[in-house]
C-alpha cells in the first residue's frame, strides 16, 4: 500500500503537490502545449502563516484553483505571462500597414509605456485598478487628456486581442476615461460669421499677412485639412467643374523631409465643390505662381502654396503663421479669435457653418472626409436658439 505524501505539518498533499527543502510548496502541471510548467507559494492554503520575511500572495491551491480554470477554459496559461509592453508590440506587429506618422505615434507610445510600472507587469496581473491608476499616472506627468485617451484606446484594442485568444479573461481597460480623470480638453471654437469676415479684412491691409488671405479663404470655403492645402497642385483644380481634388497630402518628418501620402483615410478621397469665391482665390495663386519652378516631391509638381524659397509651405510653417496672425489680430480687436488658432479652426468653422445652414450630413460627411458620420453629426452640435428657430420655421412654413 503506497504512502500518501504529506507536508511538514502532516498534511495530505494532492497530486503534483510538494514541499521543497526551504519549505516552500509547489505543484506542477502540464500546459496546453504539453510542456510541465511550476507555481509556487509559501502557503498551501489560503489561512496559513506566511513565514518571517517572506512575501505574502496567493496559498498554492489558491493558483492551482486558478490554473485549473485556465485550462478547462481554454485560457492560454503562458500567454498571460507576457508583459503588457510584449502585447502592446504584439498587437501593433499584427496592424503593420500604416503610415509613418502612426510608426511615429507608436514608437513614442511604447516609450512612454516602458517608463512606466505598466509596461513591466504581466498582463494577467493587471486589474482595472491599475490600468485607472497608469491614467491617474499620465495625467499627473502633465499628458493631455487626448493624448492619453489615444494610449487607452491602443491599450484597449491590446488587451482585447488577448482576450480573443484566451491569454486572459477580461479587458481591464473596458472604463470610461472622463469617469477617472478630467476631461480638460479645451473645446474646438469656429469662428463666427463676423470673426470670419473681421479676419479677412485686417489681413488684406496687413503687409504680413495679406500675402496668406487666399489661403484663408481657400480653407474657410472648403474644410480642406492643412495638410491636403499643402499638397495641391495645379492639376487638382478643376475650373470647368468647379471642383477640388484631394488624393493626396503633403506632410514633413524630421528625417525624410518633404514627402506625399495618401488622404488620412480612405474617405479622404474626394472632390469638393467651389464657390465662386474659393475659384477666384485659387486664380489669384496660380497667377502669383507663373514663372515659378515648383520642386519635385514624389513624383508631385506644380504646388500652389510656396514660401519665399519656392518650396511647398507646411504644416509646420502653417501653424507659426497663424500663432502669428492671432497675436496681431488680437492686439487690435476687442473680441479675440478662439483660443487655440490653427488651421483646423477653419476647418471646424467651414463645418459648422455646413451644419448650421441645413446642409444634409451625408454630402458634408463627403465633403469632409470624415471616415465615421458620427464625427460629422457632432459639428451640428453647434447650433444656437436662431439657427433651431430658422429651420424649425423653414420646415413648418
Not at 508590440?89 to 510600472?117: H, I, S, Y
Not at 489681413?203 to 499643402?230: A, N
Amino acid at each position: 500500500m503506497s504512502m500518501k505524501r504529506r507536508d511538514r505539518r502532516n498534511r495530505v498533499l494532492r497530486t503534483g503537490e510538494s514541499q521543497r527543502t526551504d519549505g516552500r510548496y509547489a505543484f506542477k502541471y502540464i500546459d496546453p502545449y504539453g510542456k510541465p510548467q511550476y507555481v509556487y507559494s509559501w502557503k498551501l492554503t489560503p489561512t496559513d502563516p506566511v513565514p518571517a520575511g517572506k512575501r505574502a500572495g496567493p496559498s498554492l491551491r489558491e493558483k492551482e484553483e486558478a490554473i485549473r480554470r485556465d485550462l478547462e477554459d481554454g485560457i492560454d496559461h503562458l500567454g498571460a505571462k507576457m508583459t503588457v509592453v510584449q502585447l502592446y508590440a504584439l498587437e501593433t506587429t499584427q496592424r503593420g500597414n500604416v503610415r509613418d506618422g502612426t510608426k511615429a505615434g507608436r514608437d513614442w507610445f511604447m516609450r512612454k509605456l516602458k517608463e512606466d510600472p505598466l509596461g513591466a507587469m504581466t498582463i494577467g496581473n493587471v486589474r482595472p485598478c491599475d490600468a485607472k491608476a497608469w491614467a491617474v499616472r499620465m495625467k499627473e506627468s502633465g499628458m493631455a487628456y487626448q493624448t492619453i485617451g489615444h494610449g487607452k484606446r491602443a491599450l484597449n484594442a491590446a488587451f482585447y486581442t488577448a482576450v480573443q485568444n484566451d491569454f486572459i479573461r477580461r479587458n481591464p481597460f473596458g472604463f470610461r476615461l472622463n469617469e477617472v480623470i478630467e476631461d480638460d480638453t479645451t473645446p474646438k471654437v469656429p469662428l463666427t460669421p463676423m470673426q470670419m469676415e473681421s479676419l479677412l479684412d485686417f489681413m488684406r491691409g496687413d503687409k504680413v499677412y495679406g500675402k496668406y488671405t487666399d489661403d484663408l479663404t481657400i480653407l474657410l470655403g472648403t474644410g480642406l485639412r492643412i495638410s491636403e492645402l499643402c499638397g495641391l497642385t495645379e492639376k487638382d483644380i478643376d475650373f470647368d467643374a468647379m471642383a477640388v481634388s484631394v488624393d493626396h497630402q503633403l506632410l514633413r518628418g524630421k528625417k525624410r523631409g518633404c514627402y506625399i501620402a495618401p488622404p488620412k483615410t480612405e474617405s479622404g478621397y474626394r472632390r469638393i465643390p467651389m464657390s465662386q469665391q474659393v475659384a477666384e482665390a485659387f486664380r489669384r495663386v496660380i497667377a502669383r505662381n507663373a514663372g515659378v519652378k515648383s520642386p519635385v516631391i514624389d513624383g508631385y509638381t506644380g504646388f500652389l502654396f510656396l514660401n519665399r524659397k519656392g518650396n511647398p509651405r507646411t504644416c509646420d510653417s502653417y501653424d507659426n503663421m497663424f500663432k502669428g496672425l492671432a497675436r496681431k489680430y488680437d492686439q487690435t480687436h476687442e473680441e479675440p479669435l478662439p483660443k487655440p488658432m490653427t488651421p483646423h479652426t477653419l476647418r471646424h468653422t467651414f463645418c459648422t457653418n455646413m451644419a448650421n445652414r441645413g446642409m444634409n450630413p451625408k454630402a458634408l460627411q463627403y465633403i469632409m472626409g470624415h471616415a465615421s458620420i458620427t464625427m460629422t453629426l457632432n459639428y451640428y452640435a453647434h447650433a444656437d436658439f436662431g439657427s433651431a428657430m430658422a429651420e424649425m420655421m423653414r420646415l413648418t412654413a
